[in-house]
């Protein structure tokens, strides 16, 4: 317990030093003298957020994925994105900023999974924090089409652990592929440009809110027929020397349109992913390389 209080240590400046700091950020004004180097304060983020990597890498909330792999990066929040979210907002105090330091884990499972991993961490964490974590399910409702489970963990700093499903990573670095090369430049282009770009915008949000809701959704539904199927299989074959020829027939049927009722609802779930992911590659080509014609024939 004390190797992770020393490894995730508090901010060594006040608050208010962080928001004077914060308030230099956002209105270009110099800070006062007494007022941390922004270097400093972000070289010790990135220490924080290394910290917290190692704890995810190799602490106990990983019984619940078991042996399962799982995909582990990092960030600390840079100068351009961290002003403009201070000036957003002009009651946002810097030190109040839970994103500074920003952790993602991501792995193929289901929602359900994805719960219980968002669980485990923020357990985890609550062991060395000031206050109890806060989980946020940013699937629950549009975010312009993000989706994922946000722990924010309050050990030494906020901290913010992005829990991501594949598919869910696969779509938001699309999206911020294509946020950083049309993002800041719509105001700058003309009437059909940003309406092209507007247009690839609302194409990404519900590839994201009607098809890869829609595949979660699926898995789940693939998840809980699996259980039944195998159970009634089992049935059948432990009681199958007593039952007649006609229960023999009836519960052979039965289990066979469970079995049936699986295979098409794994293929369609399969057909759909492929689709879904063949419609993501040609919009990369397509952010890439300025070009969105191909988009016209997009199916979904």
């Known amino acids: 317990m004390f190797m992770y209080r020393e490894r995730m240590e508090s901010r060594p400046w006040s608050l208010s030093k962080l928001n004077k700091l914060g308030v230099s950020l956002a209105t270009g004004v110099p800070a006062p003298e007494d007022v941390p180097a922004y270097a400093d304060v972000m070289r010790w983020y990135d220490s924080h957020t290394s ?38 907002n002009d009651k946002m105090m810097l030190a109040r900023v839970d994103d500074i330091s920003g952790v993602r884990l991501e792995m193929d499972m289901t929602m359900r999974e994805q719960d219980a991993v968002a669980e485990a961490i923020a357990d985890e964490f609550n062991r060395v924090a000031e206050k109890p974590c806060k989980v946020k399910d940013l699937r629950a409702q549009d975010h312009q089409g993000y989706r994922a489970v946000h722990v924010i963990a309050y050990a030494g700093a906020p901290l913010e652990i992005q829990v991501r499903t594949t598919l869910q990573s696969e779509w938001a670095n699309l999206y911020e592929e294509f946020a950083d090369k049309f993002g800041r430049s719509v105001r700058y282009t003309d009437g059909k440009q940003h309406e092209v770009v507007e247009a690839v915008a609302l194409l990404l949000r519900q590839m994201s809110t009607r098809f890869v809701a829609t595949l979660e959704t699926t898995a789940l539904q693939l998840l809980d027929l699996q259980a039944p199927t195998a159970q009634a299989r089992a049935n059948v074959e432990q009681n199958r020397s007593a039952m007649s020829s006609r229960e023999k027939r009836r519960f052979d049927r039965e289990v066979e349109s469970l079995e049936e009722r699986r295979r098409e609802l794994r293929d369609q779930h399969e057909s759909a992913t492929q689709l879904l992911r063949g419609n993501m590659s040609a919009l990369r080509t397509g952010i890439q390389t300025g070009d969105f014609s191909a988009l016209t024939d997009w199916k979904g």
Do not use: C, M
């Open 51 to 88: 910290a917290a990597r190692k704890i995810l890498s190799r602490q106990p909330w990983r019984s619940a994925i078991g042996e399962r792999e799982f995909g582990l990066s990092s960030r600390t929040k840079t100068v351009d994105t961290l002003v403009e979210k201070l000036q957003r």
